[in-house]
């Protein structure tokens, strides 16, 4: 095949994921020929953001696995001594696929509607002017009630993450972004609220210092017992000793010998401290430190979500690469790995040999025996499509719930709406992410059964308008709402799922990868069980060091007015600032 | 490779950055003395309006260059474009520095001055999305007092506001004054404000008890409590009616009570007039409205003149603040501020040995917070003075004698003292001008003072006896005593350097005793 691509590199990148991109764009940054390819039409691999269509293209493959080429085991462009290895297939990881609409395909007209009413009651002059009424109130309502046929026609709106994560405001995805110069190709917004799950119902959990002096969830000891808790975390250093004796014991057990109240407790292990009832004392507190670190750095919460989805954080590093020379081509796939003594010598790829000094794999590409015993499970992923916030304010809010199960992991729930570019005007997304122990479906289940209303709506029944609920929250003291319609009141306050998706995909980030694998090939996690990026920075972080021990991770990359451009032979374009000039 | 992005250095760029500023500086020098060829030409046109504009957009704080603007916008009778692109100047200059004093001057001045239709609720929304950027800058906070004025916008939503930006942050002094402003303001309901205004408090004090800014919010609450009575003490002595006030008469009260009202001031707490022979009069004083403020008959005294009004209601609050503040310091014995607070408190409401644990905790605070030690040693001096008056029902016999008391309070209160023993306090930092008030004291002792100087020692005109001994006064202030004429007695030893014959020229009546 025809091929204009130069056939040789320094660093090959196959997977445009978080750490591989990382990588690529490190590699080209100080300078090293790279070529990053990607089989998909999009990137990200299993971190991207998909439009609602582009999502259920991504379904179809994973179902029907993608068709192979016919690998040849030997070719002209293998020779004698090396070894042909065939490069996996990204979409046979993901499993237990499971996709449920809760709306009807299309709304009935007004005119069904209408007659359906009519068999059921007798006409009279008075009857007839409210169901008038009736009907007027239906067309208005029409406007927010949802078929998918509606839904489908603003998928373009939708940026649904496969591997929804936030960013720590002083993690090492921030503290990167802006020490490389790359935090210009991306925007964020903060998480402005932090909830969680106590005694059956949502709590906004007070974490900051304005937090917790506008609560009214504690009482006045609480609030000083809490920030005493918190500052003693925050000022914790290894030479101190307040953490003695706990060692070999529980967060739970250190919180307990504190005698904070339950409430507390709660907030601290399951909210803050992201733990649970087992984590041990110091990891929690570790824990702790980080999510407070983060505090207050760009807002109330410690975490940063990026606009447009999760899946355009790995793209600024391909932006990077690119700048500094990398070579791009999506649509290119891998076919394999060519070997020699134990060293990757090339790769082949649509019929050409394309030779490199290092060779970084995403896990999804790499070939089953450079996997050894990887597992192939890990992750159980929710996705809801839902019709307003799980607790509803008036503002739109950003908001991570650590779900807390009793003796298991949390489930990491992100709800994100709007204004994030994620999904459409008056709807929300719901991601829910959490340890596999048998499926997506039960592993989520209590989650879902506890924050949403899953029924199938035929899109008739009546619903308690979004815009007017907060204004429905029954008053303390309003003697008319007893407490059984109180809770009936806050079923019918629960969003409702319009489009519910399952999946499970590994997760390996606890494996070691260089185990099977050629010395010069470098192979990539997909996304981990956390919530924040620390693992792939880190991963990227080592990988870099082993290709390149003495060279810097990441410089800042110049702004466009401290660039010149080095011409050679054939001039090309001017190099022109990005940037407007300054005002005087 | 063709065409490789390559990175300046260092050097090139600060060369580049060096050229670049001196072609500024060259720019801003012409164009400021193109500026003042126009003044002094006396133009007052459009153009000279936009010589300053670069100026100042680059360099907001020329006050003089504001000035001109002035001098040409009121000359010019400008438009209503006009007017819009000056308040869009000084919009960009605030961008430029946010804390620009003239800036901010002068876009009130516009506004004030110039603007025909001034539009105030626009400028209230400005301020609002202003401080939700920078929530502590007082140059706005300050605007928006004038703003929320002009534009009567109601007190309820600008305390909602500042209640607002406390919940974001309550580390705002610039907030919590605004709220004590609008409440001055309202002057209404001051009761109920004050609960919930100290709960608010409260909230802030548990969450960060070593922040500053709300516990002075809660010290002006409590110290708007005003003390109960304003005569502490009527009495006649040699034909002269006396009426020591606790605290200063407002100028639009009177005195009433004698046959006229020509009485003098000593100062506006100390009032006498000549009487002749007067008994069993009562002395009220009335405000403007003619409502009598106080009362009290002839020669008596007020031993109670320290108590504060407070309410019903607001007492269980305070007490109940007093309990919440005492577990807090349970939880943070060494907040400072906690521990201050209760001790205001408690002297406030005056509980059962309050007197003992106020004095307790001012020791443990000189302990955690060395650096104001002086401070509550002079709280404590004021507490001491205030316990002895409480204590006493005359004030001729005074003995302030080892209380450590480093200033004075209240002297005047002691106008009518003959003997004043205020022998082993430390009074090297006090001032001894604040003894003027002693004028019947015939008997003062200072003995074991401290004191290196008897700088401002006021001319006490009834003072025979005083004892210095056991201080080290140099040799230069003792001429002071001089004013004092009818000293008849100083008491010195022979650790002052003193000499016999110094003080044999300050009294002539020579009865030096030199135990």
Not at chain 1, 288 to 313: A, K
Not at chain 1, 482 to 510: D, R
Not at chain 2, 212 to 233: D, H, T, V
Request: charged fraction near 25%; hydrophobic fraction near 35%; charge should be negative.
């Amino acid at each position: 095949m025809e091929d204009d691509l130069p056939s040789k590199y320094e660093v090959i990148v196959i997977g445009t994921g978080m750490t591989e991109s990382i990588v690529a764009a490190a590699a080209s940054r100080i300078g090293k020929r790279v070529l990053h390819l990607d089989r998909n039409d999009y990137y990200g691999g299993m971190w991207a953001s998909f439009t609602f269509e582009a999502l259920q293209k991504w379904l179809d493959e994973c179902r029907n696995g993608k068709t192979e080429g016919s690998v040849k085991t030997s070719s002209p462009l293998v020779q004698d001594s090396e070894k042909s290895v065939t490069i996996g297939n990204q979409f046979s990881t993901v499993f237990n696929i499971e996709e449920k609409w809760f709306i009807p395909e299309k709304l009935p007209s007004v005119g069904n509607l209408l007659s359906a009413k009519n068999t059921q009651t007798e006409d009279s002059p008075k009857e007839s002017k409210d169901k008038q009424n009736e009907t007027e109130a239906t067309l208005k309502y029409n406007d927010k009630l949802w078929c998918q046929a509606k839904l489908k026609s603003l998928g373009r709106k939708f940026n649904l993450d496969l591997a929804p994560k936030l960013l720590f405001s002083r993690g090492t995805l921030v503290e990167l972004l802006i020490s490389s110069n790359i935090s210009r190709y991306a925007e964020f917004r903060c998480v402005n609220r932090i909830l969680t799950w106590q005694s059956d119902k949502l709590e906004t959990v007070p974490c900051s210092r304005a937090d917790v002096f506008a609560t009214k969830n504690v009482g006045l000891i609480e609030k000083r017992q809490l920030m005493q808790l918190l500052t003693l975390c925050v000022e914790y250093k290894p030479e101190n000793d307040e953490f003695k004796g706990f060692e070999d014991k529980t967060l739970k057990q250190y919180l307990e010998s504190k005698g904070l109240t339950e409430n507390l407790m709660h907030y601290v292990l399951y909210a803050i401290a992201m733990s649970n009832d087992t984590t041990p004392c110091m990891v929690g507190v570790e824990r702790t430190q980080r999510f407070l670190s983060s505090l207050g750095r760009y807002g109330n919460t410690p975490f940063l979500w990026p606009m447009y989805g999760t899946g355009e954080l790995p793209q600024c590093f391909c932006r990077l690469c690119a700048v500094f020379g990398g070579v791009y081509h999506l649509k290119r796939a891998a076919d394999s790995v060519i070997v020699e003594n134990n060293e990757c010598k090339a790769i082949l790829s649509d019929g050409s040999r394309l030779d490199c000094d290092h060779l970084v794999l995403g896990v999804a590409d790499a070939p089953p025996e450079f996997l050894g015993s990887v597992p192939k499970s890990g992750l159980s992923r929710g996705i809801f499509i839902i019709d307003r916030s799980i607790s509803t304010t008036d503002k739109e809010s950003l908001t991570l719930l650590q779900f807390p199960i009793k003796g298991k992991e949390p489930i990491t729930v992100i709800e994100a709406g709007p204004s994030t570019h994620v999904c459409p005007s008056g709807l929300y997304l719901l991601h829910m992410t959490t340890k596999q122990i048998d499926n997506a479906i039960n592993d989520l289940k209590p989650a879902v059964e506890a924050l949403l209303h899953s029924e199938y709506a035929d899109g008739t029944t009546s619903r308690i308008d979004t815009d007017t609920q907060a204004t429905q929250t029954p008053k303390e003291g309003d003697s008319s709402a007893t407490k059984t319609e109180f809770v009936i009141q806050n079923e019918a306050l629960k969003p409702q799922v319009l489009y519910a998706l399952y999946f499970n995909c590994p997760e390996t980030s606890e494996y070691d990868l260089s185990q099977n694998v050629p010395s010069n090939v470098h192979l990539c996690s997909g996304p981990d069980l956390e919530v924040d990026y620390e693992f792939a920075v880190k991963q990227a972080k080592s990988i870099f060091s082993k290709m390149y021990p003495d060279s810097e991770f990441l410089p800042r990359a110049p702004d466009p007015e401290e660039l010149s451009l080095e011409v050679d032979e054939a001039a090309g374009p001017p190099f022109q600032s990005s940037e407007e000039p300054k005002e005087e | 490779m063709h065409n490789r992005l390559k990175v300046r250095t260092t050097e090139a760029q600060k060369a580049a950055a060096d050229r670049e500023k001196e072609k500024k500086l060259q720019l801003y020098r012409k164009s400021l003395k193109n500026v003042f060829e126009h003044r002094s030409h006396g133009d007052h046109d459009d153009l000279a309006l936009k010589s300053s504009e670069g100026l100042l957009r680059s360099n907001p704080d020329i006050v003089t260059l504001w000035n001109y603007r002035k001098e040409i916008l009121l000359r010019l009778n400008p438009s209503k474009e006009m007017i819009e692109e000056e308040l869009y100047l000084t919009e960009k200059c605030l961008q430029v520095n946010p804390k620009s004093y003239s800036a901010w001057y002068h876009r009130n001045w516009v506004l004030e001055n110039v603007d025909p239709n001034p539009d105030w609720n626009k400028e209230l929304l400005l301020c609002t999305k202003y401080l939700k950027m920078d929530e502590r800058n007082f140059h706005c906070w300050d605007y928006r007092q004038i703003v929320a004025l002009k534009c009567q916008e109601p007190h309820e939503n600008e305390l909602k506001f500042t209640l607002e930006m406390i919940e974001s942050n309550f580390s705002n002094y610039s907030a919590w004054h605004y709220r004590s402003k609008l409440f001055s303001a309202a002057g209404k309901d001051e009761e109920s404000t004050k609960i919930s205004e100290l709960s608010l408090v409260e909230s802030a004090a548990f969450t960060d008890p070593f922040d500053q800014s709300a516990w002075i919010y809660q010290r002006w609450l409590i110290g708007k409590l005003e003390p109960s009575k304003y005569i502490y003490n009527a009495s006649i002595i040699e034909s002269k009616i006396y009426l020591i006030l606790n605290r200063n008469l407002p100028n639009n009260y009177k005195i009433i009570g004698l046959d006229n009202n020509n009485w003098e001031h000593f100062d506006s707490k100390i009032w006498f007039k000549e009487v002749d022979c007067v008994d069993n009069i009562e002395i009220k004083i009335i405000n403007e409205l003619n409502q009598v403020e106080d009362k009290i008959l002839i020669n008596n005294i007020r031993q109670d003149i320290f108590n504060f009004i407070i309410s019903e209601q607001l007492q269980l609050v305070m007490k109940a603040q007093l309990d919440s503040l005492q577990q807090l310091l349970e939880m943070e014995p060494e907040s400072k501020w906690a521990l201050l607070t209760y001790v205001l408190l408690l002297y406030t409401l005056k509980p059962k040995n309050y007197f003992e644990k106020c004095i307790e905790n001012l020791k443990l605070l000189k302990v955690i917070d060395t650096l104001r030690k002086n401070y509550y040693n002079d709280l404590e001096s004021r507490y001491r003075i205030e316990n002895w008056i409480a204590n006493n029902n005359s004030t001729e016999f005074v003995t302030l004698k080892g209380y450590g008391l480093t200033a004075f309070y209240h002297m005047h209160m002691f106008l009518f003292s003959k003997h004043i023993d205020l022998s082993d306090n430390d009074l090297s930092k006090s001032n001894l001008n604040h003894f003027k008030y002693l004028t019947m004291c015939k008997h003062l002792s200072l003995k074991n003072c401290q004191l290196v100087n008897l700088n401002n020692f006021p001319a006490l005109q009834n003072l025979e006896i005083i004892d210095l001994r056991e201080n080290q006064i140099q040799d230069t202030s003792w001429e002071e005593l001089k004013k004092c004429k009818l000293l008849k007695s100083i008491l010195v030893d022979n650790k002052q350097t003193v000499t016999e014959k110094i003080l044999q020229g300050i009294i002539q009546s020579i009865n030096i005793n030199d135990e």
